[in-house]
T-cell receptor, first 114, second 113 residues
């Protein structure tokens, strides 16, 4: 069965530090990839997505992610985090079939201290 | 632009009771989904629906029932609530064709005592 692995369960950073959250998936075919963010007490919001084309995708709030097909990875990055980035981050995969739901990783909690 | 709404936002119920969580979307999206979010498990799919009157099981369907008589509504029923069903439940929707981006509702926090 397809799965998504997020390597870091909890990441603690100081403001202005750089961020990289790992995400790997297990499926050899065409995939659509997503990063969602969940701020405390809120619902999931889409940060960015990859479907095709340039493997480096840019999302909202200065986030970006790089799709490396050979590594089955879609890592999330931000050069300089802010206190307001404190949230839970979920990587998700859709295996490009109509009707298939997203498969989520277990999430990474990011805590940013000011 | 209401988007996708869920009700109630918070619910406390007793073991054995029937509970229905409501989900409503205003985009006329064909697909709708129910997930539960638990610490250490991320989001797990309970049921999904491709259109009115078409539903299918996800990863964790046991103890849940869904229906979809209208495109815009996708209620989730716990027939006889158990403590293990204490969770936060998210409804989501997406359009028929790609991209396969899902839009999430605000969630319902359910506590079963």
């Amino acid at each position: 069965a397809q799965s998504v692995s997020q390597h870091n369960h909890h990441v603690i950073l100081s403001e202005a530090a750089s961020l990289e959250l790992g995400c790997n998936y297990s499926y050899g075919g065409t995939v659509n990839l997503f990063w969602y963010v969940q701020y405390p007490g809120q619902h999931l919001q889409l940060l960015l997505k990859y479907f095709s084309g340039d493997p480096l995708v840019k999302g909202i709030k200065g986030f970006e992610a790089e799709f490396i097909k050979s590594k089955f990875s879609f890592n999330l990055r931000k050069p300089s985090v802010q206190w307001s980035d404190t949230a839970e981050y979920f990587c998700a995969v859709n295996i490009n079939q109509a009707g298939t739901a997203l498969i989520f990783g277990k999430g990474t909690t990011l805590s940013v201290s000011s | 632009d209401a988007g996708i709404t869920q009700s109630p936002r918070y619910k406390i119920t007793e073991t054995g009771r029937q509970v229905t969580l409501m989900c409503h979307q205003t985009w006329s999206h064909s697909y709708m989904f129910w997930y539960r979010q638990d610490l250490g498990h991320g989001l797990r799919l309970i049921y999904y629906s491709a259109a009115a009157d078409i539903t299918d099981k996800g990863e964790v369907p046991d103890g849940y029932v869904v229906s979809r008589s209208k495109t815009e509504n996708f209620p989730l029923t716990l027939e006889s609530a158990t403590r293990s069903q204490t969770s936060v439940y998210f409804c989501a929707s997406r359009a028929t064709s790609g991209p396969y981006e899902q839009y999430f509702g605000p969630g319902t926090r359910l506590t079963v005592t």
